[in-house]
Nanobody, 124 residues
Framework: QVQLVESGGGLVQAGGSLRLSCAAS????????MGWLRQAPGKEREVVAA????????SYADSVKGRFTISRDNAKKAVYLQMNSLKPEDTAVYYC?????????????????WGQGTQVTVSS
């Protein structure tokens, strides 16, 4: 099992940037696929980015492709989400999540460990 703690959320103007960080603990982190998911009020939780166990493969939702970048540092047991050109529709609670599948898969149901979430608010 992997324990996850997110940080880095906040309030930013449209067009701005934020970098989310996720600190992981547990022995299986380096063999876990990781993802960032978000949930806006009244909407389902969606996977915005995923990364394979090695960091060699990444996947992005169409809504964030070209603006968000996911990365990981297995030595530090950390995952990051660099968010650029933010839009008001990116406003949501962002969650870091781990999957026993080593691949980068954009499917919320594969993730079995979750952080507590961090709020990102983009003002227009």
């Amino acid at each position: 099992q992997v324990q996850l703690v997110e940080s880095g959320g906040g309030l930013v103007q449209a067009g701005g940037s934020l970098r989310l960080s996720c600190a992981a603990s547990g022995s299986t982190f380096s063999s876990s696929g990781m993802g960032w998911l978000r949930q806006a009020p009244g909407k389902e939780r969606e996977v915005v980015a995923a990364i394979s166990w090695s960091g060699g493969v990444t996947s992005y939702a169409d809504s964030v492709k070209g603006r968000f970048t996911i990365s990981r540092d297995n030595a530090k047991k950390a995952v990051y989400l660099q968010m650029n050109s933010l839009k008001p529709e990116d406003t949501a609670v962002y969650y870091c999540a781990a999957s026993p599948d080593v691949r980068a898969i954009l499917k919320a149901t594969i993730f079995t460990s979750w952080g507590q979430g961090t709020q990102v608010t983009v003002s227009s």
